[in-house]
C-alpha cells in the first residue's frame, strides 16, 4: 500500500474519494459507507484517513463478572498497523464493534483510553456505539465517529480483536482503509486503496468545471439545458 497516496487523500472530502473508488468499480456502490446513525463527533477536526484496526465489544449485558481486557493486545496491534512495510509512518483509524443488548448505548472508549491509543498512532476512532468523556477524549486529541454520547458502562467485555466488523451495516476489515469527515465514513478494500487518489483527482477537476458553469454569470435553467 502507498503511504504517500493514502495519506494525500486528505486533499478531499469523504463524498469526494467515495465518488473516486466508485470510478474504480471494486465494489457495488450500494454499501461500504455508514448512514445517518454515525456523526462526527469533533467536527472542527476534519478529515482523517486510516488503515482500520479493528475488535468487538459489549458493555451493556447484564452481569458483574469479570472478563480479560484485551485492550493491550489491540494497543500492540494498533502500534504495529502504524507503521507501514517499508518503514513509513501510517495513520492508523482505531474501530470498535458494539455488540449485546443494547449496542447504541456501549461505551467503547474514555479519555483514558483516548490518550493510551494515541501513543499507539491512532488518529481517528469509530464505532457504532457511544464514548464519553467528550473534553478529554477532544483533548488526547482522538477524533471520533459514534452514534453518541453516555455517562456510564457495564462490565467491558472484549470479544475479540483483529477480525471483520459491522459498523452502520459497513463491513470493515482489518486493513481497510477509512476516510471519514463530517458526512460520514466511506471504508476503501486495501488492494485499491492505492489507486483512489488519482480517480479522486479526476472527480475534483470534473466537479470544478460543472460548478463553474452553473455559478458563471448569467447561468440560467434555459442555458443550462440548452433550451
Not at 482505531?94 to 490518550?115: H, L, Q
Request: proline share 5%; glycine share 10%; charged share 25%.
Amino acid at each position: 500500500m502507498d503511504v504517500t497516496k493514502v495519506k494525500k487523500l486528505l486533499e478531499f472530502d469523504t463524498p469526494t474519494v467515495a465518488n473516486g473508488l466508485g470510478l474504480l468499480g471494486v465494489r457495488d456502490d450500494s454499501y461500504g459507507y455508514t448512514g445517518p446513525d454515525i456523526r462526527h463527533l469533533m467536527p472542527e477536526m476534519g478529515t482523517r484517513v486510516g488503515v482500520a484496526v479493528t475488535a468487538r465489544m459489549d458493555t451493556t449485558s447484564p452481569g458483574l463478572e469479570k472478563w480479560d481486557s484485551l485492550f493491550d493486545d489491540w494497543l500492540r496491534m494498533t502500534a504495529q498497523s502504524a507503521v507501514s512495510d517499508d518503514g513509513e509512518s501510517m495513520p492508523v483509524f482505531a474501530v470498535i464493534e458494539s455488540v449485546g443488548v443494547r449496542p447504541k448505548y456501549t461505551v467503547t472508549i474514555g479519555d483514558g483510553m483516548a490518550i493510551r491509543m494515541r501513543m499507539a498512532g491512532a488518529e481517528a476512532f469509530l464505532t457504532n456505539g457511544c464514548i464519553r468523556d467528550l473534553e478529554g477524549v477532544r483533548e488526547a486529541p482522538l477524533a471520533c465517529w459514534a452514534a453518541g454520547l453516555s455517562p456510564m458502562h457495564g462490565q467491558l467485555r472484549w470479544l475479540d480483536i483483529g477480525n471483520t466488523v459491522v459498523i452502520d451495516g459497513m463491513t470493515v476489515k482489518p486493513g481497510d482503509v477509512l476516510h471519514a469527515d463530517v458526512n460520514g465514513v466511506v471504508t476503501i478494500p486495501a488492494d485499491a486503496a492505492d489507486q483512489v487518489y488519482d480517480k479522486a483527482v479526476e472527480v475534483a477537476e470534473k466537479e470544478a468545471k460543472l460548478f463553474a458553469r452553473l455559478r458563471a454569470p448569467g447561468m440560467s435553467l434555459e442555458k443550462l439545458l440548452g433550451s
